[in-house]
């Protein structure tokens, strides 16, 4: 396994620790909006950004990983929050992968993985997603323009049954998977690929 250097993670059996895993390319305060808001709404007592190697789906490679880390990491100072890189440790690209991974590791722990809706909406694309939600409850944290059609989505009409209202997002975590909730709070637009755009910037470019 690959140290990333300050990566030790530290949970303990009955933690409710939420998992944004993300390209973080580059990381942004829309990143930190939805930590801070998913952490106060799901109940969560430590979330962890997992910077990935890369999205599988994505065409284009994402920045260098050290990079990534080490820009998230100086935007981040709520200790409740970890940086890591612990997909590249792992070497788990897919998500269905990773949480397995996880799971294994801190058996007891109550994880959530938590994603922008605009990610629900092509989540029925990922890897054995049936098996993501059946591991572990989903936090969908709104985002601007993409909420009719993320509450549309084939995933969300398959798993609506497991849907739990907005007002009982606080219980989220301690729900047995298959469950899932969508929260709308205050959005931001922010996003990664704007910040790039207006860098007029590739995926991956430095500069
Ligand atoms: N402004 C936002 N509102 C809600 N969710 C967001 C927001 N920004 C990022 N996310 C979510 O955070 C996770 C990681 O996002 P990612 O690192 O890909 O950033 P991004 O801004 O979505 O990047 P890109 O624009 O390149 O797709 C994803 O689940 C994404 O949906
Ligand atoms: O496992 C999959 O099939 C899969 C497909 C697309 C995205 N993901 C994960 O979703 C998270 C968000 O990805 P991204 O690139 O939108 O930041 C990140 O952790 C990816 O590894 C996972």
């Given at each position: 396994m690959r140290a990333v250097a300050g990566d030790t993670l530290i949970a303990l059996p009955g933690q409710r620790i939420g998992l944004l895993g993300g390209s973080f390319d580059p990381p942004h305060a829309g990143h930190l909006h939805i930590t801070e808001m998913a952490l106060r709404r799901f109940r969560l007592d430590r979330l962890w950004w997992l910077v990935s190697p890369g999205n599988p789906l994505k065409p284009h490679g994402p920045a260098p990983l050290a990079d990534r880390i080490a820009s998230a990491r100086a935007l981040v100072h709520d200790p409740r929050i970890r940086v890591t890189g612990i997909e590249a440790q792992l070497g788990t690209r897919w998500t269905a992968d990773t949480i397995a991974a996880l799971r294994a590791r801190w058996p007891g722990v109550r994880f959530v993985w938590l994603m922008g809706s605009d990610n629900l909406i092509q989540?029925?694309?990922?890897?054995r997603w049936r098996g993501i939600a059946a591991q572990v409850p989903i936090g969908v944290i709104a985002r601007p323009g993409t909420r009719t059609q993320a509450r549309t989505s084939r995933a969300a009409r398959i798993m609506w049954g497991a849907r739990l209202p907005e007002s009982r997002a606080g219980l989220l975590a301690d729900a047995p998977a298959p469950a899932w909730v969508m929260i709308n709070g205050p959005m931001t637009a922010l996003s990664s690929s704007a910040i790039r755009a207006a860098r007029n910037l590739a995926p991956g470019s430095r500069g």
């Open positions: 989540f029925s694309r990922w890897d």
